[in-house]
């Protein structure tokens, strides 16, 4: 679902605190509902959902429905209503299962991902003929519902430089998701320079350690952004980096970790080490 934009956020190892503490598990098969499959949940991201109170694993959340409808994660019979808005059974889960794992579609983009590695995590294909992968939720976040990593970090320089690349491409920087935005008054890929450096936010000290692949997700349609797979394409074309032990990925911004937690609010400086 789409998310909230705060002014301060708390960081822990797992990431910002708060951060996809709850997603919707399917009733049928199991899987984590992802847009990466968006065959069946591209719809997720007309949802919206935002913390009632203070943020953390568990903490009540009100979930605003395509349409406005506004539905907390305490209502008792909420997974009903979530399940209604779907169009699918679904449960809303605070804690991943042992083994969870979300769907993926890969797009039939030349440059987007090794062909190795796709075919090794096949499990089936769509009706176009695109591979679909099942994934380990929290692979770096372990007992989380994070897809990858702890933390994942964009600029706005990088931002610019695809934009120069794709002028007819809509770039907003909600369409990646990104746990923090960076400003900087640069025009280049710069965070694929950042592996193995680390960023001092205020007591906040992150390591990075990958380019961030870029997946079906960024070309989907959502509330004030229209479909655009030119941006998938162009980054497959333009930007792939070595992802390390795996290969070359169409990858825009970059994973971190957490070695020292605190907390960042908007507007405050970040140091490259």
Request: glycine content about 12%; hydrophobic content about 40%; aromatic content about 6%.
């Amino acid at each position: 679902m789409q998310g909230e934009t705060p002014t301060e956020v708390v960081v822990d190892a797992t990431g910002v605190v708060g951060d996809r503490a709850y997603a919707l598990v399917d009733g049928e098969t199991g899987a984590v509902a992802s847009a990466k499959d968006p065959r069946r949940w591209a719809a997720l991201l007309g949802f919206s959902a935002r913390f009632s109170a203070a943020p953390g694993r568990g903490q009540p959340v009100t979930v605003t429905l395509p349409g406005g409808v506004q539905v907390s994660s305490t209502d008792p019979d909420i997974d009903r209503q979530l399940s209604a808005a779907m169009g699918r059974p679904v449960t809303l889960s605070a804690v991943p299962a042992s083994g969870a794992s979300y769907d993926e579609v890969w797009p039939d983009i030349d440059g987007l991902a090794p062909e190795g590695f796709v075919a090794s995590l096949r499990t089936g294909q769509t009706s176009a003929g695109e591979v679909v992968s099942a994934l380990p939720v929290g692979m770096l976040a372990p007992g989380t519902f994070q897809d990858v990593s702890p933390v994942t970090i964009l600029t706005s320089a990088s931002l610019r430089a695809a934009r120069r690349l794709y002028p007819d491409g809509d770039w907003d920087p909600r369409r990646f998701r990104m746990t923090l935005l960076i400003d900087s008054d640069e025009q280049r890929f710069i965070e694929n320079d950042w592996l193995g450096r680390t960023l001092t936010i205020g007591t906040v000290r992150l390591s990075v350690f990958a380019p961030t692949p870029r997946c079906v997700m960024v070309t989907l349609a959502q509330p004030g952004l229209s479909a655009d797979r030119g941006v998938l394409t162009t980054l497959a074309r333009h930007n792939r980096a070595e992802v390390p032990g795996t290969g070359l990925f169409a990858c825009l911004g970059a994973y971190a970790s957490v070695e020292v937690g605190g907390t960042i609010s908007v507007g405050g400086n970040v140091e490259l080490g």
